[in-house]
């Protein structure tokens, strides 16, 4: 399969629904992608949404509703089936149309926000799915390209001056104000960008996932252009 992906060693292709839920992460590997390369116009769909304050979830009765050329119609098609794939699949997907998410600038350490290279955490067996139809893609990062940034010395520190209990106390404080997930960029570390219309299937934290959790961020949106992606 000729792609962008199919040497990296964090990666593993697929190019079907099925194999992207059925395939194991293993070793290395906690990143799935079903690659494709989409007809149709997603920035039509873009352009007849209507955007509230920086972020929408856009339902599926609202995308039906939309009146869209032949192109914009094959875009609607792909959301709606790949909407109804991760449902069948037992998947919460939502479909989003944002400007922005909402920025973490408490303490000009350490940031929680999703532009941060981070982990998601799942009290069940569960994974990350995630398709970016139009504006700038997320990224992923090999885990040892990162390092947790509650390990940095100067980061642990500050952290510390904020926690006045006992180390177990502050172990759990990190945890329930998730300053744990969040990764800083090793030097010489190359992410790598998810690209438009590739369906990925990331692990998370939990106890009985067999391969470290994937390290990933949202990107810096692209002034003025929204992003439309389907996430759950």
């Given at each position: ?7 990296n060693k964090q990666v593993k292709v697929v ?33 007849k949404l209507e955007l509230k304050e920086n ?145 990925w299937r990331l692990a998370v934290d939990h ?26």
């Amino acid at each position: 399969m000729n792609n962008g992906f199919a040497d990296n060693k964090q990666v593993k292709v697929v190019s079907t629904f099925t194999e992207l839920v059925e395939t194991d992460f293993y070793e290395n590997v906690n990143a799935i992608c079903w690659f494709r390369n989409l007809a149709g116009d997603f920035g039509e769909i873009v352009s007849k949404l209507e955007l509230k304050e920086n972020l929408t979830e856009v339902s599926m009765e609202a995308l039906n509703a939309l009146e869209l050329s032949k192109e914009g119609s094959i875009a609607r098609a792909i959301i709606l089936s790949d909407y109804q794939l991760l449902a069948g699949f037992g998947a919460s997907p939502s479909l989003n149309l944002l400007k922005s998410y909402e920025r973490d600038d408490e303490f000009d350490f350490i940031s929680t926000d999703v532009y941060s290279f981070h982990v998601d955490r799942s009290p069940i067996g569960t994974d990350t799915f995630l398709c970016t139809y139009h504006g700038a893609p997320s990224e992923i990062l090999a885990n040892d390209e990162a390092e947790q940034k509650i390990m940095i010395p100067e980061i642990r520190q500050k952290l510390k001056a904020l926690h006045s209990g006992t180390d177990a106390e502050f172990e759990n404080f990190l945890k329930e104000y998730y300053f744990d997930l969040h990764y800083e960029v090793k030097a010489g570390a190359m992410p790598i960008n998810l690209g438009l219309g590739h369906l990925w299937r990331l692990a998370v934290d939990h106890p009985e996932k067999k391969v470290l959790p994937c390290v990933h961020r949202a990107p810096t949106e692209d002034d003025g252009l929204l992003r439309l992606l389907l996430i759950c």
